[in-house]
């Protein structure tokens, strides 16, 4: 009844073909020039996912290496980036599953101002102090919505709207069917709705 | 105030942008005659909006991250055939199915293995056994009996020369009586 939106799966293949192959036949070098540019932004993720500088660069590497084993495996039907995103939110379930983070609340006076001065410099320079803080207060609640749910619905909100894929690709990344995509993207929102909606009230 | 049912699953694929063109057409004509999907779409909407602009933290990635990364890399590479069976083992964990059907397969090679060492070592071991058992359990055999033997026997005592010419008679005969279940059922039926 629903048709799923029928998109052109972008892949960065077309940019540089060759130091793909060349990164699929074993070439090291090839690949860590291939992952150049998506450094800064698949860092980037995995700061919105921790919140911590040093764990998010564990992470980003973490990442780029595991790419690096198995990059063989890569078929091109979603884009690279989407993909390197998966492995990342792949380990960062492991991250979390190894070491349960403290909540802000439970930490100690120091440290608890320690934490709120460590993601307050992770500001857009760009924007004027009150629309900052509002954003950053705004963005804060929100990422502390989208921790509460399950990993596998927290996948699918990130690379659907941070990561910024089509359901397709979603799909590939995830190895799974666009309909198991779809209905995890259901449920995922319904339960961020809800948590929202109690954030907010609670914080009012 | 819940949404139509049919139509809830399609205003959240919507607000995410998942749905079709058409489908949503149809779905935005509902919304002006449907107070209850339009309040739930207003929700998923503004969501959805809030998702949308949410900002990827602006931090700086140190510069010695790319170093570092070829160095890994490349300590990964020389190290490639532990790291390939560790990566190996990793996803056959992950997959429950395969990781059985593996072990599965590696329990019937390591029962192959033993299974091939055992027999190896029972055809190492079993010829001295077997030959050891047959030279013992192999019947004596008499000599056949000459005049000799008889004036041997007569000397040792006439009992002695009885038995040699009664077992000549009857070699095979046993000399105690042994009972088994059958013959003393015959016995108890012949009384």
């Known amino acids: ?204 | 105030m819940n949404p139509c049912p049919e139509n809830q699953k399609p205003l959240a694929w919507m607000a995410a942008g998942a749905l079709d063109a058409p489908t949503a057409a149809t779905l935005r004509e509902h919304l002006e005659s449907c107070p209850r999907c339009r309040q739930y779409w207003e929700s998923m909407a503004a969501l959805s909006a809030r998702l949308n602009s949410a900002e990827l933290p602006h931090a700086q990635l140190p510069d010695s991250f790319h170093a570092r990364l070829v160095r890994k890399i490349h300590d990964d590479q020389n190290a490639a055939p532990v790291s390939i069976w560790l990566a190996t083992i990793r996803q056959l964990w992950r997959h429950p199915g395969l990781a059985t059907a593996t072990a599965g397969a590696a329990l019937a090679l390591a029962t192959l293995v033993w299974m091939q060492n055992f027999r190896e070592n029972k055809v190492h071991t079993t010829p001295p056994m077997a030959v050891h058992t047959l030279r013992e359990a192999a019947p004596q055999r008499i000599p056949p009996s000459t005049l000799a033997t008889y004036h041997q026997a007569a000397n040792v005592s006439l009992e002695n020369l009885d038995a040699v010419l009664a077992r000549e008679v009857a070699p095979n005969r046993p000399t105690v009586e042994t009972f088994t279940f059958s013959s003393l059922l015959a016995r108890s039926l012949e009384d």
């Open chain 1, 1 to 204: 009844m629903f048709a799923v939106t029928s998109i052109l799966v972008e892949t960065d293949q077309a940019l540089s073909p060759d130091l793909l192959q060349r990164a699929q036949s074993g070439d090291a070098d090839a690949f860590c020039e291939y992952c150049r540019p998506h450094e800064a932004r698949l860092f980037r993720q995995a700061m919105s996912l921790c919140g911590d500088h040093a764990l998010a660069e564990d992470l980003a590497q973490d990442t780029l290496v595991e790419a690096w084993r198995c990059v063989r495996r890569y078929n091109g039907r979603c884009r690279f980036f989407t993909w390197l995103c998966a492995i990342l939110l792949n380990r960062y379930r492991n991250v979390r599953r190894e070491k349960r983070p403290v909540p802000l609340s439970r930490l100690a006076a120091i440290e608890h101002e320690r934490a709120h001065d460590a993601i307050e410099q992770v500001t857009d320079a760009a924007l004027q102090p009150d629309h900052a803080a509002q954003q950053i207060e705004r963005d804060a609640l929100l990422r502390r919505c989208i921790q509460q749910l399950s990993p596998k619905h927290r996948e699918v909100i990130h690379l659907r709207f941070f990561v910024d894929d089509s359901l397709e690709g979603i799909a590939a990344a995830l190895n799974c069917s666009v309909g198991t995509v779809k209905s995890r993207l259901f449920h995922a929102l319904e339960r961020l709705r809800a948590i929202h909606v109690s954030q907010n009230e609670s914080e009012l």
